[in-house]
T-cell receptor
């Protein structure tokens, strides 16, 4: 079984500052993938970034980057130069190779202050 | 492309009523799935399908039925609605689950069972 834990129910950041959202996971799969999804008030689920577990290099997508610590089973998301549009619920998720089933964390609500 | 289309967006049911949540995708995706989102619990997998005629249970399948007669459609049926099924439901699809492709989500259905 897979589990994902997001220990920060809420986080806040000032516009233009940097914030890091935490995520830890557990999986028995040897090959798996990690994801961060963003859910703005519109409710739409948007993929922010994806990391393949066998790649040691941390994934980056513009202002979004991850700190992937495989041994510690940690997968944190760093948002640089935060913008008002980054305000949303963020979900961490892990997927094994079996039919791509995603296991999600509880979510972290991010507030961005102007 | 319309992507993943869910209907209805909102629904109120009385306990014991039945209904079907519709999901359709126009991307020729093989993999489709249903998740429910509850506060503090993230998204949990209800049922999934890896192709027409093939379905399987996820983490929380009780009280729900699915079928996949075509590649495009994956309806979710509530046979006898219960207040515990009050939730936001998301349909998602991906091209090839074995490669852990990105999931494309619908906009969700907010269901209230009174």
């Amino acid at each position: 079984a897979q589990t994902v834990t997001q220990s920060q129910p809420e986080m806040s950041v000032q516009e233009a500052e940097t914030v890091t959202l935490s995520c830890t996971y557990d999986t028995s799969e040897s090959d798996y993938y990690l994801f961060w999804y963003k859910q703005p008030p519109s409710r739409q689920m948007i993929l922010v970034i994806r990391q393949e577990a066998y790649k040691q290099q941390n994934a980056t997508e513009n202002r979004f980057s991850v700190n992937f610590q495989k041994a510690a089973k940690s997968f944190s998301l760093k948002i640089s130069d935060s913008q008002l549009g980054d305000a949303a619920m963020y979900f961490c998720a892990v997927s094994g190779t079996s039919y791509g089933k995603l296991t999600f964390g509880q979510g972290t609500i991010l507030t961005v202050h102007p | 492309n319309a992507g993943v289309t869910q209907t209805p967006k909102f629904q109120v049911l009385k306990t014991g009523q039945s209904m079907t949540l519709q999901c359709a995708q126009d991307m020729n995706h093989e993999y489709m799935s249903w998740y429910r989102q509850d506060p503090g619990m993230g998204l949990r997998l209800i049922h999934y399908s890896v192709g027409a005629g093939i379905t399987d249970q996820g983490e929380v399948p009780n009280g729900y039925n699915v079928s996949r007669s075509t590649t495009e459609d994956f309806p979710l049926r509530l046979l006898s609605a219960a207040p515990s099924q009050t939730s936001v439901y998301f349909c998602a699809s991906s091209l090839d689950t074995r490669r852990n492709e990105k999931l494309f989500f619908g906009s969700g259905t907010q269901l209230s069972v009174l």
